[in-house]
């Protein structure tokens, strides 16, 4: 479990909200995510496009940046939404970039309902793998 309380009503409103932001006019698929940190900030992310097709930034890309730019910290919840307001599983490769900065526990509001961070990228490879070559 996470070590904050997770308001999930909140977390889905601020990943609808960044939804609006999307500009996605190649694939017309807008997506909005969002998620609490450990210390409690809530922060979003929209995918943004550009003409080079496969350069497209991910919903979660702008969110682990806003991660950043707001302070930092681990990831406790994750939700994202596509066009509809439905939850969105996040593709691969923003798996990846939510395991790297997942908190002890993690949640994710999934089609199948809530799982943890490690149910949903099984396995993974993660920092602890290059820490065994130092
Ligand atoms: N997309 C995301 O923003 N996040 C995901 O996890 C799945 C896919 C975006 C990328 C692209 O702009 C659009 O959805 C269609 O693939």
């Given at each position: 479990m996470p070590t904050v309380d997770v308001d999930w009503d909140a977390l889905?409103?601020?990943a609808k909200q960044a939804m609006e932001n999307a500009y996605a006019p190649y694939?017309?698929?807008?997506?909005?995510?969002?998620?609490?940190t450990e210390d409690g900030r809530i922060i979003s992310g929209c995918n943004v496009e550009n003409a080079s097709y496969g350069l497209t930034l991910c919903a979660?890309?702008?969110?682990?940046?806003?991660?950043?730019?707001?302070?930092g910290g681990r990831l406790a919840a994750f939700y994202c939404v596509d066009g509809q307001g439905n939850i969105l599983m996040p593709c691969g490769r923003c798996r990846q970039l939510l395991y790297e900065f997942r908190a002890p526990g993690m949640q994710l509001m999934t089609t199948q309902g809530i799982k943890t961070m490690d149910q949903v990228l099984p396995d993974a490879f993660g920092p602890e793998n290059l820490e065994e070559t130092t």
């Amino acid at each position: 479990m996470p070590t904050v309380d997770v308001d999930w009503d909140a977390l889905e409103q601020a990943a609808k909200q960044a939804m609006e932001n999307a500009y996605a006019p190649y694939s017309k698929f807008p997506v909005g995510a969002a998620a609490l940190t450990e210390d409690g900030r809530i922060i979003s992310g929209c995918n943004v496009e550009n003409a080079s097709y496969g350069l497209t930034l991910c919903a979660e890309c702008a969110l682990v940046g806003q991660l950043h730019m707001s302070g930092g910290g681990r990831l406790a919840a994750f939700y994202c939404v596509d066009g509809q307001g439905n939850i969105l599983m996040p593709c691969g490769r923003c798996r990846q970039l939510l395991y790297e900065f997942r908190a002890p526990g993690m949640q994710l509001m999934t089609t199948q309902g809530i799982k943890t961070m490690d149910q949903v990228l099984p396995d993974a490879f993660g920092p602890e793998n290059l820490e065994e070559t130092t």
